[in-house]
């Protein structure tokens, strides 16, 4: 009889529990808007609150959790959340296993994210495969013979902290969503009458959504801001390839959404950066669950407590 599990992303602006099967397909979807002023405990609330029901009617084998935020992946134990006050030292995983009875799996978003598109999304078949997730902040993961690579506590990649420069520069100060959407802005005293400008006039946020569509018009400051990306990427990139050489390279977040024109800009860029050895280099592939990879990536996180 197939099993079932729980999976639970944990974010700053969402909570999501879902159900899903052996293959981690997800079969019931359970999401929750977060109140930012209740903090964690509203959180825990709504989890206990919606815990019972899904017991009852999925009857899983085990729960996986993502959250938004480092983890003692060992315990379950959360350091902080960056975005939601009240987590700091709180024991997640003690505290689902007394709510559920059941085995928990605890670890941090992206790292979740990273084993689910690792093991059924588009690193599917590689051995080793690095996943990055571009939103209002940059994180990834590494995923090594079905294993999640975590090395010393507390056993994050991250990636969006590696320095572009001495001066200071990360990745992610030139990367994230907001960092390409503040890129955008600037268009606005300095190419007023571009295509990109006019697509994203009176907006403050969430400008980079317009860069697909700026790209099809042939703006060239589109195209500018593209290439300036993909090459910071590709020069992060290469750093984590020198070093653990991964078959597949995932893209995944809000920017990846940009599609081919990134996936292939990161591509070409990233073989100017690798030494000659090393070519062609891994693959640059878009990430496959969208949206769900933290919790699908949560459901795989569950099977692999049980075995």
């Known amino acids: 009889m197939s099993r079932t599990f729980l999976g639970i992303e944990i974010g700053g602006t969402k909570l999501q529990l879902v159900t ?38 999925a009857k899983p084998a085990a729960v996986g959790v993502g959250f938004g935020g480092p983890v003692d992946w060992r315990t379950g134990k959360i350091c902080c959340s960056h975005q939601i006050e009240g987590w700091s030292e709180f024991p997640l995983g003690d505290w689902l296993r007394e709510l559920s009875g059941l085995a928990v799996a605890v670890d941090n978003d992206a790292n979740t994210a990273a084993f689910g598109e690792a093991l059924v999304g588009a690193g599917l078949g590689f051995d080793s495969a690095f996943y990055m997730n571009m939103g209002s902040g940059v994180g990834g993961g590494l995923v090594v013979g079905g294993r999640i690579y975590h090395g010393a506590q507390p056993g994050e990649a991250e990636i969006g902290h590696v320095r572009l420069d001495r001066l200071g520069g990360t990745v992610e100060s030139r990367c994230s969503g907001w960092a390409v959407d503040a890129r955008i802005r600037a268009l606005r005293a ?29 703006d060239t400051a589109a195209r500018r801001i593209l290439d300036e990306v993909a ?8 750093h984590v390839v020198h070093l653990f050489h991964p078959q597949v390279v995932v893209l995944g977040g809000g920017l990846s959404l940009i599609g081919e024109p990134l996936r292939a800009a990161v591509e070409q860029a990233l073989g100017g950066f690798i030494m000659a050895a090393f070519a062609p280099g891994p693959q640059v592939r878009l990430a496959g669950l969208g949206e769900d990879a933290v919790p699908v990536g949560a459901l795989v996180l569950a099977r692999q407590a049980v075995g």
């Open 20 to 57: 899903g099967d052996e293959q981690a397909r997800i079969t019931g979807r359970r999401r929750l808007a977060v109140n930012v002023r209740e903090g964690g405990a509203g959180i825990q609330r709504q989890i206990a609150a919606a815990l019972p029901e899904l017991l009852a009617a």
């Open 190 to 218: 300095t190419e007023p009458g571009c295509s990109l400008v006019r697509l994203t006039a009176g907006m403050q946020g969430g400008e980079a959504k317009f860069l697909p569509a700026a790209l099809a018009q042939g």
């Open 231 to 238: 090459e910071n990427l590709a020069f992060a990139i290469s």
